[in-house]
């Protein structure tokens, strides 16, 4: 490790994290800002994939664990920051990295963790005025019971009742001291709103004496192009837009704290609701994660059985993402009809293989549920050399050369090579910019080393280029999937009897996946009980999100559109 | 003889009235299914056989839905802007000669007329006003957008849809529009003008805010633009100038640039004038929809300069190469 030659350095400041089942390094909170100038500068690891903090009630101590990359690939670092419970500061890393921004911003709305120095510390997820940091461990909920399900009070005496009818609605809602729900007036919004950017009249340029104004629109939650409740705060200069915020967490449910309170197998189906539109491949990030916590690998045949799984949602995830894209520009629903009349046909293999079209719930800890039933490989295998290679180059086809899609795409919404990676970007997004980081060969992970396939990879960061990476990225599932098909093995798909319970030692891991929409990680403390102490998700969706404002500078409101629908999102990833 | 000569215009009126209204009804079924069929679906088939009760069960939905008026908008205003905008699609059918006169019998209310041309001009720019007036009247920032946009596109795209109207008035020499019908027997002026006829398709198209150009209701960025706050039938009233408008601009390109209500045998069987002039609509009518069906929606900013810096030149162009010509045959 070539780090160890700047212990010298800070001395004192940057120690081992010696605990069992830990990794990386502590580094004091006086020294961090300085820590990560050295790693990115020197060291290269000038990729920030993940943020966030672990709240460690019996010890009275937070920890902030940051996990950086290389942008050329290789093992990730591991660094973390150690502060008291009470009052926690941190100073910020946005100056440095500033895909952090949401990031810290979510550690702050969940955690309480003050980082110093951000720019724009609000809530991000929760709404301004909300009372108290649900991630911390001593913070109850309105209908708490236990701190860990299964919940005992919900069967006494064997049979089961809701927690409602002990609980009425209302009586049991606590708000703030001299807090009234009737006369409250959002201040968050205000704040928000005098926060944007505004050209004041003069301030205009147009040479001219008419005095303009700028006009504050809201565009969501409620509106047709934002693909779910997203809400952007816009500042429209004519059509141009001024200034953009994101406003989210209108779908957020404390993803990770329900998963904190489940038990490890509970958590599977549960990951399928955060993109679900590429379930599988959230159910492999989550396996990773506890598997290697577990110290188990999946026997050959799963290990295939998930490689398939993962690239089949790959494919419908982009199919969907691209007749989204196409509706966004204003097309009458064509494009995605015909992109999700393939879709099906991949539903119906997983329906066949799962029983769920949609939220699959496949995976297991060390394999997969249940083996592929008969005839489905023949299915795949027609499926993938062709019926959807040939849709495929019908769709590029259609599309491609599309004088009305290239001038509405081209040039739109550039983010260029250093900004993506500065901002953490990820999947598509990313490697439209020019960045070849994929994970599934810059750390690769299951048995993705024996397939032969490219990274695709565009240079000019616009929105076309993130269509035609999607577009390249099906084709290259399809020849993973030919692959996967032809080698096959027989056997288990399963290591060890499946249990509902599984023994989880202490430690913490991070398992990544490359998702159809970019790196999605999964970070889970254990300490050995059968519920996990904490349970982050790294969603690319959200993150790809930081840039958004800045992608959009300057173009017109209908470009937003479009810019949206190529970061491709999926709220319930975003706001999990 | 003046009793029976308004019970005449009476009864043509009704009718044209009821082509429009019913020719509404069935455009968006035939639209439904027409998109249906190109996106690989079925359509609506269910309310009767093949669907043909589809637009009744529409509009009985549509007269019992609750009618919001926002609180903050300029009622007057809010509850006239659709009936400003219906009017002049129902109206401007009057002037299109429907068929050759059997047994001396006009089929058309007022296509003698000498200024037919300008009517058609006069009449289809009113209805901006409605849509401008909605998106003022309804307070809505999304609406007011929607309104601006109809504005200039429709301003703009006026020009180029007039000057190419020029052209058949040229080849004419009338502004008569049954005299320009009657001239293009032997040679349909789409043959004569074929740019004309193009310039006056896109900028149709851009007139009544149909895909691509429709801008001015853009589903995506702004949701409906002029008429989102319009609800039942106000909102219906809306959906039927449009939809009216597209049959107008139909009829009238059928008329001025596909010969009318000629075809073969029309001498003999004066009856299959109107046949033909239908046969004529519907194949236009299907280009519309498949038109929408599918393009992508050309940006606002690149639609104006699209109208301005390309259809005004080629729509002049095109003016100034005709009367050149029409001088030089006639000299």
Redesign the interface.
């Known amino acids: 490790m070539t780090l160890e030659e700047y212990t010298d350095r800070f001395t004192g400041m940057l120690n081992f994290d010696e605990r069992k089942g830990y990794e990386g390094y502590i580094v004091h909170s006086e020294r961090l800002v300085e820590f990560a100038r050295t790693i990115r500068d020197e060291l290269g690891y000038d990729y920030l994939s993940s943020v966030t903090g672990v709240d460690y009630l019996p010890d009275e101590q937070i920890e902030v664990v940051y996990h950086a990359y290389r942008s050329q690939g290789g093992p990730g670092l591991v660094f973390k920051v150690q502060v008291p419970r009470i009052n926690p500061i941190v100073p910020s890393l946005v100056s440095i990295f500033p895909g952090a921004d949401f990031q810290e911003r979510e550690a702050w709305d969940l955690l309480g963790i003050r980082f110093e120095g951000h720019p724009n510390l609000r809530r991000i997820l929760m709404w301004e005025g909300f009372h108290g940091h649900p991630l911390r461990k001593d913070w109850e909920e309105p209908y708490f019971e236990e701190s860990e399900k299964p919940f005992n009070s919900r069967w006494p005496e064997g049979k089961a009742f809701r927690i409602e009818e002990n609980k009425p609605f209302k009586k049991n809602v606590q708000y703030p001291p001299e807090f009234t729900p009737d006369g409250w007036i959002p201040e968050a919004d205000t704040a928000l709103y005098s926060g944007m950017v505004r050209l004041g009249a003069k301030d205009a340029g147009n040479g001219r004496s008419l005095e303009t104004d700028q006009i504050l629109v809201n565009l969501g939650p409620q509106h047709p192009s934002t693909h779910g409740v997203f809400r952007m705060v816009v500042s429209l200069d004519g059509e141009e837009i001024a200034d953009l915020q994101p406003v989210l967490g209108y779908l957020h449910r404390n993803h990770e704290k329900i998963g904190e309170r489940n038990t490890y197998l509970m958590n599977m189906p549960f990951t399928d609701r955060l993109d679900y539109l590429a379930s599988m491949g959230n159910n492999f990030g989550y396996a990773l994660a506890v598997e290697k916590l577990m110290g188990i690998t999946p026997p050959e045949r799963a290990e295939y059985i998930r490689v398939m799984m993962a690239e089949l949602t790959r494919i419908v995830s982009h199919l969907f993402s691209i007749g989204t894209l196409l509706n966004d520009l204003g097309a009458f629903f064509t494009p995605m009809l015909y992109a999700l009349t393939e879709r099906e046909l991949i539903l119906d293999i997983f329906e066949a293989v799962s029983g769920s079209r949609m939220m699959c719930n496949y995976f297991r800890f060390g394999g997969v549920a249940r083996d592929l039933p008969e005839g489905i490989l023949e299915k795949v295998y027609e499926l993938v050399t062709e019926r959807l290679p040939r849709k495929v180059d019908e769709l590029d086809t259609y599309l491609t050369d599309n004088e009305i899609v290239r001038t509405r795409s081209i040039g739109i919404g550039v983010l260029p090579r250093e900004q993506a990676i500065e901002y953490s970007a990820a999947g598509p997004v990313l490697r439209a910019s020019g960045v070849g980081y994929d994970v599934r060969r810059a750390e690769s992970y299951s048995i993705y080393d024996r397939f032969d396939f490219d990274v695709a990879i565009r240079h000019n960061g616009d929105v076309y280029d993130r269509y035609l990476v999607r577009l390249e990225e099906i084709r290259q599932s399809l020849r993973i999937l030919q692959q996967v098909v032809r080698d096959i093995p027989d056997g288990e798909f399963q290591t060890g009897k499946p249990q509902y319970q599984v023994r989880v030692p202490p430690g913490e891991s991070y398992g990544r996946v490359e998702n159809p929409k970019g790196e999605l990680g999964f970070y889970i403390v254990s300490n050995g009980k059968p519920n996990p102490w904490r349970y982050h998700i790294r969603s690319p969706s959200f993150i790809n999100l930081t840039a958004f404002g800045e992608m959009c500078k300057g173009h017109k409101i209908a470009d937003v559109v479009a810019i949206l629908g190529s970061i491709d999102i999926v709220l319930g990833e975003v706001d999990r | 003889m003046d009793i029976f000569l308004l019970l005449e215009w009476t009864i043509k009126s009704v009718v044209i009235i009821l082509i429009i209204l019913g020719g509404f009804a069935y455009l968006t079924l035939y639209e439904r299914r027409a998109?249906a069929r190109?996106?690989?679906?079925i359509g609506p088939n269910r309310a009767g056989p093949w669907g043909l009760l589809q637009p009744i069960a529409d509009a009985i939905k549509l007269i019992f839905k609750e009618e919001l008026i926002p609180e903050k908008s300029d009622k007057v205003l809010f509850i006239l802007a659709p009936v400003i905008t219906v009017v002049p699609a129902m109206i401007l059918l009057a002037v299109i000669p429907m068929g050759p006169d059997i047994l001396g019998f006009k089929i058309g209310l007022a296509d003698g007329i000498n200024v037919g041309v300008l009517y058609i001009m006069a009449v289809a720019s009113i209805a901006v006003y409605g849509i401008v007036i909605a998106g003022w009247a309804s307070n809505n920032?999304?609406a007011l957008?929607g309104g601006l946009r109809a504005t200039a596109q429709m301003v703009s795209y006026e020009l180029s849809l007039a000057l190419a109207l020029v052209g058949p008035i040229m080849l004419a020499n009338t502004m008569n529009i049954r005299e320009i019908v009657v001239a293009q027997k032997g040679l349909w002026y789409i043959i004569l003008q074929p740019l004309g006829f193009l310039i006056y398709f896109i900028a149709a198209v851009a007139e009544v805010n149909r895909?691509?150009f429709?801008m001015p209701e853009?589903?995506?960025?702004l949701?409906a633009g002029y008429h989102v706050e319009y609800s039942g039938m106000k909102f219906a009233l809306f959906f039927m100038a449009e939809y009216g408008k597209m049959i107008v601009i139909c009829f009238i390109g059928a008329t001025l640039f596909l010969g009318g209500y000629w075809g073969p045998f029309v001498d003999q069987v004066p009856l299959l004038g109107p046949i033909y002039l239908f046969v004529k609509v519907v194949i236009l009518l299907f280009v519309l929809i498949w038109i929408?069906?599918?393009?992508?929606?050309?940006?606002?900013?690149?639609l104006m300069a699209f109208g301005w810096k390309i259809m005004l030149p080629a729509a002049l162009f095109n003016v100034v190469v005709t009367a050149a010509i029409v001088l030089l045959l006639e000299g």
């Open positions: 998109n190109i996106q690989t679906r920032k999304y957008l895909a691509p429709d853009a589903e995506q960025e949701i929408r069906a599918t393009f992508p929606r050309i940006r606002y900013d690149r």
